[in-house]
DNA sequence: ACAATGGTCC
DNA sequence: ACTCGGACCATTGTA
């Protein structure tokens, strides 16, 4: 393959190893609990009908059971029976929390197993997605045919999915993510001091907010805490409503407010940077990447308060998503290069937005994490060091 | 073929 | 009453 290749192309080519038995033997374990689940669904409801429709489901619940009804749809057709609303329900009825259980195997089934098996490639026996550059608004790259970049990872079940994707025989997988990338690029980007200080001591970014938000030393903070530090985190990266962070985190709007009003006056860099970003798109029509890549807001200046408040969020979102994008497609392009340029046969095979995926003769692994980690964190001088975490395993799931 | 709904990832 | 960063895809139900 010449190495003046385009990056991407050559990762769509190389593909990736799928264990098709461990994917097969996942399918027939999905379907068997998949069987007993409807069993068990239909003897409570009384009748069969079809679980994954919405419809009759609805029916079901909210008129045989009389459970009470959350929302609506959004077309209001009909009633929602989407993850929030039978997490509720679970509350007063086994039945919503078996057809959440039905739901999630269904998922991984269709979704995954069955679909990724009918994707492998029959001359290479891997799977080679298309990794898209023209799709996004913010410059990601996305991933399609299938999709490589949603293989399940929060749950259990789902893992055993990820741990389906293998390096070629005699080889290993390396896995090499930018930690807190858009954070520490917001911390760029406003020069906000306790983010910058958190960032160059490498402290626990959410620990941190949590004791900045809570007014309590880190050492006190609890995993409860943590988490709803980490959900405004995020918040602030998204533009968040105070109606998004309440719904979040289960607390009042009014007490969303309150955090937010914290947050700000600990990191008053972040305020006057997402103040000043809204205002410079307003003045322009228009958000820049770090690297330059823009992006057009026409409704930043809309009469229409949900459409301008929308351009608001994306103003604040696209700087930090799209320079994320920006820096590890510099990245990769030189990473390609240097593997070229070494003489390694490493192989960069997946990117998931801020991870890179790579295959790896076990000869070249101390080389080649050293390559990378080097290439990747020193892409670009920044007021906050980059950081790169190295996951090795013999599948995607399992680092040892 | 298409809309609506829901769910997976970063 | 509704708001809600960026993607892709499966299923149902209707046209």
């Given at each position: 393959m010449p190495a003046r290749m385009l990056t991407s192309r050559s990762m769509e080519m190389s593909g990736i190893c799928v264990d098709r038995g461990r994917l097969e033997s996942a399918s027939k374990d999905f379907e068997r609990q998949l069987h007993a689940l409807e069993d068990r669904i239909h003897a409570i409801a009384g009748e069969t009908f079809n679980i994954q429709s919405h419809q009759q489901l609805g029916r079901i619940l909210?008129?045989?059971?009389?459970?009470?009804?959350q929302k609506k749809t959004k077309k209001k057709t009909g009633y929602s029976t989407d993850v929030e609303v039978l997490t509720s329900l679970s509350m007063e009825h086994e039945l919503p929390a078996l057809v959440l259980q039905y739901r999630s195997l269904a998922k991984l089934k269709s979704t995954y197993t069955d679909a990724l098996v009918d994707m492998?490639?029959?001359?290479?026996?891997r799977i080679h997605t298309s990794f898209n550059q023209a799709v996004t608004a913010t410059g990601r790259l996305s991933s399609s045919n299938?999709?490589?970049?949603?293989?399940?990872?929060?749950?259990e079940e789902g893992r055993k999915i990820r741990a389906a994707f293998v390096p070629r025989k005699g080889w290993t997988l390396l896995s090499a993510d930018y930690s807190q990338i858009e954070l520490r690029l917001l911390a760029h980007y406003s020069g906000d001091p306790i983010l910058v200080e958190a960032f160059e001591q490498d402290q626990d970014i959410h620990a941190r907010t949590g004791a900045e938000v809570f007014n309590?030393?880190?050492?006190?903070?609890?995993p409860e805490m943590r988490r709803q530090a980490k959900v405004i985190n995020f918040g602030i990266i998204y533009g968040m409503s105070p109606f998004r962070l309440s719904k979040e985190l289960g607390i009042t709007r009014k007490m969303a407010k309150i955090f937010i009003e914290n947050y700000f006056r600990r990191y008053e860099g972040v305020q006057h940077f997402i103040e000043e970003t809204i205002e410079k798109a307003r003045e322009t029509g228009k958000v820049t990447t770090l690297l330059g890549r823009h992006r057009w807001l026409p409704?930043?200046?809309?009469?229409n308060r949900t459409a301008r408040e929308f351009a608001e969020r994306t103003a604040i979102n696209t700087p930090l998503q799209g320079t994320a994008a920006d820096l590890i497609k510099i990245a990769m392009v030189r990473i390609h290069e240097a593997f070229a340029q070494e003489g390694l046969k490493a192989k960069m095979l997946l990117q998931v937005h801020d991870e890179l995926v790579f295959e790896v003769p076990s000869k070249e692994l101390e080389t080649v994490k050293e390559c990378v980690t080097h290439l990747m964190e020193g892409v670009y001088s920044l007021r906050v060091p980059l950081k790169v975490d190295l996951k090795v395993g013999h599948n995607w799931a399992e680092a040892y």
């Open positions: 909210f008129e045989k059971l009389k459970l009470p009804i492998i490639h029959p001359e290479t026996n299938p999709n490589l970049q949603n293989i399940p990872v929060r749950t309590l030393l880190p050492a006190v903070i609890t409704d930043i200046l809309s009469r």
